[in-house]
């Protein structure tokens, strides 16, 4: 009789989506925020991206050739992480920042970890914040759309300045000074919206992490308890673009509902916490990698233990 049992090694259920197919989704989903981008800053904004994205192209095609592994360039995970990098980027920063930015990501935070899926913290995030504490100057110049100097939106309400305070449509659109990709809710929500039905994230995270934001600012950001304006929380800086690009990311954050749940509610707090109570006005990028760190720590509390056994099990 011929023997049609086949022994492997889980997972046993596998799905056709690949991690190219995720990543292409990605970068669907993030032109709407790259195109308003462009449009709003100009051609500076295009070329940022462009270099941004070409440069860890290139870290990931090194990286491999040094590290003797087999190139993973046609993933496209090296042209998401450029490209959420550049996004984080403001428009007039110098390019070769740009380019140590995406070797750092790319080489330092990924690679030197062992390649995608073994990164601890996102890779983009982390080359954000490290650029932010070495070159402080350069990665806070902001610029309106017209070119002249100014705060960010953020800036102008961490100062109490709400009548130079751009108008809720302009946070909407993405009129106002700021990041390249964060500007523009709108378009950053239609981006969005096209990963969750696409199922390529689910909405736990985003959720948790922007209600949170909303309701710890409504409850604190006023002159008195529950007189915050949370909707300009909500729609200026950073909070859409990490909630749903950032904070869901495969690697870096927990694998059950309630562990994204837990995960997104500890962002929303940790984020409003260091926009009211200090000196910097924004906080989801320092939030999301903290909580990356605290990632397995959720898991080993959230994660099903398996049947008939003492240990837990995804």
Not at 71 to 80: C, E
Not at 177 to 191: D, F, K, P, R, V
Not at 248 to 261: C, H, L, W
């Amino acid at each position: 009789m011929e023997n049609n049992l086949h022994v492997s090694s889980s997972p046993h259920i596998r799905a056709e989506t690949n991690t190219r197919d995720i990543m292409l989704d990605v970068i669907i989903a993030l032109v709407p925020a790259s195109v308003m981008g462009v449009y709003f800053f100009g051609y500076r904004a295009l070329l940022v991206i462009l270099v941004t994205v070409l440069a860890a192209v290139l870290a990931e095609y090194l990286a491999a050739i040094v590290l003797k592994r087999k190139q993973t360039i046609g993933d496209l995970s090296a042209v998401v992480t450029g490209l959420l990098l550049a996004l984080n980027f403001p428009p007039s920063i110098p390019f070769w920042i740009a380019i140590v930015g995406a070797f750092i990501a790319i080489m330092l935070v990924k690679q030197l970890f062992g390649g995608i899926g073994q990164n601890f913290m996102n890779p983009a995030l982390a080359a954000r914040v490290i650029l932010l504490i070495s070159w402080p100057v350069q990665m806070t110049r902001w610029v309106w759309p017209d070119g002249v100097s100014s705060a960010t939106p953020l800036v102008i309400l961490k100062r109490g300045l709400m009548a130079q305070a751009p108008g809720y449509l302009d946070l909407f659109l993405g009129n106002v000074a700021g990041c390249i990709g964060e500007t523009s809710a709108a378009a950053l929500l239609i981006g969005g919206i096209y990963l969750v039905v696409k199922k390529v994230i689910g909405m736990e995270t985003p959720l948790a992490f922007i209600g949170t934001v909303g309701l710890f600012t409504w409850i604190f950001a006023g002159g008195s308890l529950f007189t915050g304006d949370f909707l300009y929380h909500i729609l200026a800086g950073g909070l859409i673009l990490g909630a749903f690009f950032m904070a869901t990311d495969y690697s870096t954050t927990p694998v059950t509902r309630r562990g994204k749940i837990i995960f997104g509610i500890g962002c929303g707090i940790l984020a409003s916490v260091i926009r009211l109570y200090t000196d910097y006005p924004e906080g989801v990028s320092f939030a999301i990698i903290l909580m990356n760190v605290a990632t397995q720590l959720i898991d080993r509390f959230t994660v099903p233990r398996s049947f008939g056994g003492e240990k837990n099990a995804a």
